[in-house]
Nanobody, 122 residues
Framework: QVQLVESGGGLVQDGGSLRLSCAAS???????MGWFRQAPGKEREFVAA????????YYADFVKGRFTISRSNAKNTAYLQMNSLKPDDTAVYYC????????????????WGQGTQVTVSS
């Protein structure tokens, strides 16, 4: 069983930055990790994913060049560095883990965190 706990969300101004963390219990070094988000009234959407080794990363087009996903297997933690934030980035951000390849499909992920709120003011 894997438990995931996100942190680092908050209120930031347009153009600001935040760094989200996802702390995992258990040995998640063999799991791919992903970040998803869900804004009010919208469906959950893929943001970024990273392979178990950290050697491969994937991003949604709308965050390319602004967000960076990374991980520390020694710390059982995944990160999402978010720069140049926009009001449209306002959402609850979730991390997820899967025993397989990193994908952009939420249905592929086995474990989910409770989410952390990110609010970007204009």
């Amino acid at each position: 069983q894997v438990q995931l706990v996100e942190s680092g969300g908050g209120l930031v101004q347009d153009g600001g930055s935040l760094r989200l963390s996802c702390a995992a219990s258990g040995r998640t070094w063999s799991y791919a990790m992903g970040w998803f988000r869900q804004a009010p009234g919208k469906e959950r959407e893929f943001v970024a994913a990273i392979s178990s080794s950290g050697g491969s990363t994937y991003y949604a087009d709308f965050v390319k060049g602004r967000f960076t996903i990374s991980r520390s297997n020694a710390k059982n933690t995944a990160y999402l560095q978010m720069n140049s934030l926009k009001p449209d980035d306002t959402a609850v951000y979730y991390c997820a883990a899967e025993q397989g390849r990193a994908t952009m499909y939420g249905t592929d992920y086995d474990y989910w965190g409770q989410g952390t709120q990110v609010t970007v003011s204009s």
